[in-house]
């Protein structure tokens, strides 16, 4: 399958089906197609008060939309694994509460940063796993869906933060479009790996100077504002 050989309409007829599948697997989505953003982000997964998926699609080219929608039903997956034993969820919630704009303590944000941040990887993992088992490599090729997994957990620490550290309390859409700027060069021919220490070390590291400047200025963030925040942690 090429994704110069695809139209849009075979695209969006992929998009359907997948959307199909998840509810044949038992969690029903809701597709909003004149929003940006739902609840805060791109999309979600949530099964209270039962399973559901729901995905905003407006401005949303269709390879980033199959893309999106098979990583919520990734999510559907953790949660019939009882990943994390369903922890991720008080993550979460911790999550949404800083996108409303609540101040939280630097525990509860460190807890949130982290939890979000592995389910969010292991996610990216076995968002690849389907690439393959549906042949969408091609659209997806696995090295650039491996540096779309990095730049997302940089982004999540820079609007989530961590202990020491107040996040930007920001869901900044088009994350994925600052890749180049966070890695250069930097090839990712393996995702980190989370069953080892030094790859459990790379998914939960703070952000880096460089990194925080370049989500910064994306989202239009003066460096007084970030200084105001900073004291008021």
Same mark, same amino acid.
């Given at each position: 399958?090429?994704?110069?050989?695809?139209?849009?309409?075979?695209?969006?007829?992929?998009?359907?089906?997948?959307?199909?599948?998840?509810?044949?697997?038992?969690?029903?989505?809701?597709?909003?197609?004149?929003?940006?953003?739902?609840?805060?982000?791109?999309?979600?997964?949530?099964?209270?008060?039962?399973?559901?998926?729901?995905?905003?699609?407006?401005?949303?080219?269709?390879?980033?939309?199959?893309?999106?929608?098979?990583?919520?039903?990734?999510?559907?997956?953790?949660?019939?694994?009882?990943?994390?034993?369903?922890?991720?969820?008080?993550?979460? *919630?911790?999550?949404?509460?800083?996108?409303?704009?609540?101040?939280?303590?630097?525990?509860?944000?460190?807890?949130?940063?982290?939890?979000?941040?592995?389910?969010?990887?292991?996610?990216?993992?076995?968002?690849?796993? *389907?690439?393959?088992?549906?042949?969408?490599?091609?659209?997806?090729?696995?090295?650039?869906?491996?540096?779309?997994?990095?730049?997302?957990?940089?982004?999540?620490?820079?609007?989530?933060?961590?202990?020491?550290?107040?996040?930007?309390?920001?869901?900044?859409?088009?994350?994925?479009?600052?890749?180049?700027?966070?890695?250069?060069?930097?090839?990712?021919?393996?995702?980190?790996?989370?069953?080892?220490?030094?790859?459990?070390?790379?998914?939960?590291?703070?952000?880096?100077?460089?990194?925080?400047?370049?989500?910064?200025?994306?989202?239009?963030?003066?460096?007084?504002?970030?200084?105001?925040?900073?004291?008021?942690?």
């Amino acid at each position: 399958m090429s994704k110069n050989k695809l139209s849009n309409a075979d695209m969006e007829k992929m998009f359907y089906e997948i959307v199909q599948y998840s509810k044949d697997q038992g969690c029903p989505v809701t597709v909003f197609k004149s929003l940006e953003k739902i609840n805060g982000s791109n999309g979600y997964f949530s099964a209270d008060p039962e399973p559901h998926i729901k995905v905003a699609l407006k401005n949303r080219p269709w390879p980033k939309a199959i893309e999106l929608i098979i990583h919520e039903f990734c999510h559907y997956w953790q949660w019939q694994d009882g990943f994390l034993g369903r922890k991720d969820d008080e993550g979460n *919630l911790i999550y949404s509460r800083i996108l409303d704009g609540e101040h939280v303590s630097p525990t509860d944000r460190e807890k949130a940063s982290q939890l979000v941040r592995i389910s969010e990887y292991d996610c990216e993992m076995r968002t690849e796993k *389907l690439f393959e088992k549906w042949k969408l490599e091609e659209i997806f090729p696995p090295e650039e869906h491996k540096k779309s997994a990095a730049t997302y957990n940089r982004h999540i620490v820079w609007s989530i933060g961590d202990k020491t550290t107040p996040g930007s309390g920001i869901f900044y859409a088009k994350y994925d479009t600052l890749g180049d700027k966070l890695w250069g060069n930097k090839k990712f021919t393996f995702f980190w790996d989370p069953t080892t220490s030094s790859g459990m070390a790379k998914i939960i590291e703070p952000i880096s100077a460089e990194h925080k400047a370049v989500f910064d200025k994306a989202a239009g963030i003066k460096a007084s504002k970030v200084a105001a925040r900073k004291g008021r942690a």
